[in-house]
């Protein structure tokens, strides 16, 4: 009688807690520094996800080693609803090329796609390139010669992946994040990068760099005259760079689908995919389960390319 009691217990109280949620605080946890792009994008949903709780909903930014110190805190935090991380693609990265990596990924539930974010290939305009079969030829001619601004893991991922694509060497050069990074190409210090639009945006309008594909499968309405980079012959590379929210495996299915479905709501609303456009991004409203498959495939396609371009476990 007591064992089954105490089964029933523990079968009821996550459900009681997920049909009373949500009834209190939510830290939204963002890996990076106040004033990037992930960072404007959290402190847009926050009131938007407050207002709908009726419960306050603040970020809170945990930085450092890459992003993996907010990841770790989020997948070791209580299954509730209460705690959650909004990450990128480097969230798919961290796997592939940490050697002791302090959090199972595997601890982390997928909730909500927030948005598609393309990346765009750039160059000084030092650089002769005008078109990436251009770049190519110039990298094919004189290998290693072309310095690739990396600004972080991402960028030297999507660098990797277009290098073994086109069969070029780079001179990968680190940078500490992607506005560094893109200065330096700016500055011609550095002759090209791949990084994400709204970075590059702005600086691409002044012309100041010069935009050569996007990575996307698609092009996209920020800069429509610009190629993807499968259209400009290298069909096998397109990059869908994302935003998304996770939380802790375990958290209750009710509380995710409840999670999921006002972050629907909230990506489409007028004002919130204004503002994602002038990021250059597109609102994504979908399922936990097929944004998890998303997820999922681009760890698969990351550790591919960290084992081919041999980048060694940090």
Known sequence: MFKRLLLWLLVAVPSVAAAQYPERLTRLVSPFSPGGGLDIVARLLAPKLSDSYKQPVIVENRTGANGQIANEFVAKSAPDGYTLLIDTLGFAVHPAVTKNLPYDPGAMEPVAQLLSLPFVVVVSTKVPAKSVGELVELARREPGKLNF???GLTNRI??????LETNVQ?????????????????????????TDSATVAPHVASGKLRALAVTTPKRTSMMPAVPTVAE????????????GIFAPAGT????????NAELNKIVMMPDVAA?????GAEPVATTPEAFGALVRGQMATVKDVAVRAKIPME
Request: net charge positive.
């Open 149 to 151: 601004a990396q600004g």
């Open 158 to 163: 999507l660098g990797e992946q277009f290098r």
């Open 170 to 194: 780079f001179t990968f050069v680190p940078y500490k994040g992607s506005n560094p990074a893109t200065l330096a190409v700016v500055a011609g210090e550095s002759d090209l990068t791949i």
């Open 232 to 243: 400009v012959g290298v069909p096998g590379y397109a990059v869908t760079v994302w935003y």
């Open 252 to 259: 209750p299915a009710a509380v995710v689908r409840r999670l």
């Open 275 to 279: 503002r994602f456009a002038a990021l």
